[in-house]
């Protein structure tokens, strides 16, 4: 797994991210699986100082990025300045442990 | 639809409650609104509990039916009902729909949850198991972290302050110290919170922009109410209060899907139908009751619940219209900034509240001459909201 799987209505072309069974737009039920493309803008972010339970850390900034073909996706990222509107690049990395096992996610840099 | 009337209203304090188990919490609170109500041997056909999670904070489920058992309410129907944090509205809305329907006279709706079982860590997680498993659970995301992107996008979008949201938070803690039943009874000051070079002490980053004092704290507690119909409660001589106004709206699961982040469309929603049911406006409100678990909450809730215009409720705060003796005043209780937040028991707790201030029972937090109240549950970070008219008969 390189990247996320997000979703394209083949109807109105409306793009999905999670997954749904009825397009968020139209109802359709039709769906292309697309991948995110290009650069990441950030659209908001935070950063978590009190994380739950089994991530030990502080610090931890996360935030919800739009990339150019249109999929938004909340993820971790990885720079030392953070401001919004900036452009950062996509990753896949294990971002937690959850029963033992590492779990990969979207991380940005 | 018949009338529904409150009859009854119970709360036990929110706090650390160690010595009490969730089932105790939940029949002392039910007992208290059986007794407020004065229903004695009257049967009640229902049982409604609001509770979130305590599956994960306590390791037992079915706490309706022992709820039941505690009360020798048997052999009266019982469910749980979860709707995360508004579960406790859920719970009596399917109250109001029994009684509503005619299908039951009397209904117990109680709501709770007992937090503190589990150490913080433990318990930021139970919470953000409410996030989508995929799209935000597996990064490590806290409900303060999504109300920390929501705040940095309004704050940005409508001018607001960190003083503005310090207002509130100062407003709500003067409220809580009028409760007895509050969890936290503290006087903040400005200077202590926000002002101070060294006020980073008191109050440290929580989640970005958001800090300690503007989150709610983690609580046990319940309240609850009894529902009847209008003849049973004036049979009770406890006719005092009806619920003019039920509606619930849900929106998309996370938050980035939604085209406009900063648009809680499910409170717009909510609150329309509530007050259209109820044949009120905003305008006809005394006092409101709005889920202020972060202070950027109480600020967004009251313009999508067309109390203020957006971006008008910062000013409003800076006025003092907000606190008791003023225009609207938002969460006398203290809110659940100083009442607590036991996730279960907030829907319930904010409408015991409204009864209260209804009834002219409020005491030294009491809202003079309060006839129409609002509550606003929130669910989520905004994807199941309910809201909540009630009328003084």
């Known amino acids: 797994m390189s990247t996320i799987t997000a979703y394209k209505c083949t109807n109105c072309g409306q793009v999905m991210y999670p997954h749904h069974l009825r397009c968020l737009n139209c109802n359709e039920r039709e769906f292309e699986e697309i991948e995110p493309e290009g650069k990441a803008k950030l659209l908001t972010y935070t950063i978590i100082n009190e994380l739950p339970w089994g991530i030990d850390e502080r610090g931890r900034i996360l935030g919800v990025v739009e990339f150019e073909n249109g999929v938004r996706a909340l993820g971790l990222i990885k720079a030392d300045k953070v401001k919004l509107g900036m452009k950062l690049s996509a990753s896949m990395e294990p971002v937690r442990v959850i029963g033992g096992e590492e779990v990969l996610g979207l991380t940005y840099s | ?393």
């Open chain 2, 1 to 393: 639809m018949r009338p529904v009337v409150i009859a009854g209203v119970g709360m036990i304090p929110f706090e650390r409650r160690d010595e009490d188990s969730l089932v105790d919490m939940l029949s002392m609170a039910g007992l208290e609104a059986m007794d407020d109500a004065g229903i004695g041997e009257h049967p009640i056909d229902a049982v409604y509990v609001g509770n979130m999670a305590s599956g994960l904070f306590n390791r037992q489920v079915s706490v309706a039916s022992s709820v039941v058992d505690r009360l020798n309410l048997m052999p009266a129907a019982a469910d749980r009902v979860e709707n995360g944090p508004a579960s406790g509205g859920s719970a009596v809305k399917n109250g109001f729909l029994a009684v509503a329907s005619g299908y039951c006279d009397a209904v117990l709706v109680i709501g709770g949850e007992k937090m503190r079982e589990v150490i913080g860590p433990r318990a930021t997680d139970v919470v953000a198991c409410m996030t989508h498993p995929l799209a935000e659970y597996i990064y490590g995301v806290t409900l303060p972290g999504l109300a920390g992107m929501f705040a940095q996008l309004y704050m940005e979008k409508y001018g607001i302050t960190r003083e503005h949201l310090a207002l509130v938070s100062i407003k709500n803690q003067d409220n809580g110290i009028l409760n007895p039943n509050a969890h936290i009874h503290m006087k903040i000051t400005m200077e202590g919170i926000l002002t101070h070079p060294q006020s980073h002490i008191n109050n440290p980053v929580v989640a970005e922009p958001l800090h300690l004092y503007d989150c709610c704290p983690v609580s046990d507690g319940a309240a609850a109410v009894l529902l009847t119909t209008e003849e049973l409660a004036a049979s009770l001589g406890k006719a005092a209060v009806e619920i003019a106004g039920v509606a619930q709206a849900t929106d998309t699961h996370t938050l980035q899907e939604r085209s406009d982040p900063t648009d809680l469309k499910a409170v717009t929603i909510a609150s329309q139908k509530a007050f259209s049911m109820a044949g009120m406006e905003p305008g006809d409100i005394d006092v409101a009751e709005l889920h202020d678990a972060f202070t950027i909450l109480e600020i967004a809730e009251s313009e999508h619940a067309g109390f203020f215009a957006k971006g008008e409720a910062a000013s409003a705060i800076k006025a003092g219209e907000t606190r008791i003796g003023g225009k609207l005043p938002i969460n006398p209780s203290g809110g659940l900034k100083a009442r607590g937040h036991p996730v279960g028991a907030t829907g319930v707790a904010q409408i015991v509240e409204l009864v209260w201030q209804l009834r002219g029972e409020a005491g030294e937090r009491q809202v003079e001459g309060a006839a129409n109240g609002f509550s606003l549950n929130f669910g989520g970070f905004g994807n199941n909201v309910l809201a909540f008219v009630l009328r003084r008969r």
